[in-house]
């Protein structure tokens, strides 16, 4: 099992429980995107524990008091398209969060991560950013993106997902060991670029779509392409 004092591995109950009925082939898309929005509520929950705070005052109906106030700025990366779905709950933890999408698909033969679409706004970064993506496999998407809030200048990544591989975690921290990660759970076996057992392919069973009979991504992302392909 992949060890790192930066990955917290959840050990609740309830949230290995939500898993398994997220896991099971049976699960609808509407049930699979009411449970992985509750989770990620929970895994937000835990992640933000290290937020750095000040100290305000407060007026209750009774007398003066102290309270805190959130000192760090947040940004909220969902990874598109299956990171989408977690951005809800996050907003419910944190409304004052910046919300900056990330667009990346892995090509169909290499498996290696291709950007097709980037909102960072140039002229401010964050003190921390939330990468949301539910399930980290080959963690060769991850690591681009990490690459890329590094470059946009990023104090603290913390990378939020239901599930990873073992393998992706170790490729993940070999690379960026001050990352921070947040799971339920790590899966032992990767094969073909796909978590075994895992719960297949996220993005598919929140939408109800499918790639087969389809084009792939990189088709689909390719301007020239797409006019071919819509030409025919």
Not at 123 to 129: E, L, M, T
Request: proline fraction near 7%.
């Amino acid at each position: 099992m992949t060890t790192h004092p930066n990955l917290t591995i959840s050990g609740h109950p309830i949230l290995a429980h939500k898993l398994s009925i997220l896991r099971s082939s049976q699960t609808p898309p509407s049930q699979f995107r009411s449970l992985l929005r509750e989770i990620t509520y929970n895994l937000g929950y835990e992640s933000t524990r290290d937020l750095k705070t000040k100290q305000i005052p407060v007026s209750t109906p009774m007398e003066e008091t102290k309270g805190v106030k959130l000192l760090d700025t947040v940004a909220l990366i969902p990874i598109m398209r299956a990171g989408l779905s977690m951005v809800d709950p996050m907003l419910d933890l944190i409304p004052e969060a910046d919300v900056h999408h990330i667009g990346m698909y892995r090509s169909k033969g290499s498996l290696l991560p291709v950007q097709y679409y980037n909102k960072l706004p140039r002229d401010k970064s964050a003190d921390v950013a939330y990468v949301l993506d539910p399930m980290i496999a080959t963690s060769g998407t991850i690591c681009a993106v990490l690459n890329i809030l590094k470059k946009w200048g990023a104090t603290k990544i913390h990378v939020i997902s239901v599930l990873a591989s073992q393998k992706g975690l170790e490729i993940l921290f070999a690379s960026h060991p001050d990352v921070y990660v947040t799971v339920i759970a790590v899966d032992p076996v990767l094969k073909d670029g796909m978590i075994v057992p895992g719960l297949g392919d996220a993005g598919d069973r929140l939408y109800k779509t499918s790639t087969e009979g389809q084009d792939d991504d990189e088709k689909l992302c390719s301007p020239s392409k797409r006019k071919r392909t819509m030409s025919t």
